[in-house]
């Protein structure tokens, strides 16, 4: 007889395991105090910021209208690479300069 446990045995002990330690997670948090002061402390505000600015920038950008019409723009421009592949690329492109920015 095997005794080694199947696929589905080991996939229902991960998720027992998984719920369980997201059980305690939420004991663990709910008993942490929160309340409306805390995003306005020094550690919160500043990222808060940050956020705001960039969002402002994108839209002050027009960065929106050209992520939207990417495919359309690769097809008029006659682009050699598929629309879609070059949108992807292009996503691909702002999230890395994004990180280097963060």
Known sequence: MNAEPNF????EVNWKMFFLQLKGTIDENKKIQRSWKNMFTAAAW??????????IFQQLAAIDAVMFYTVDIFRSAGSQIDENLSAN?????QVVSFKGFV
């Open 89 to 93: 690329i292009i996503g691909l492109v």
């Open 8 to 11: 589905y045995q080991m996939m």
């Open 46 to 55: 500043k990222p808060t910021q940050i956020a705001v600015l960039l969002m």
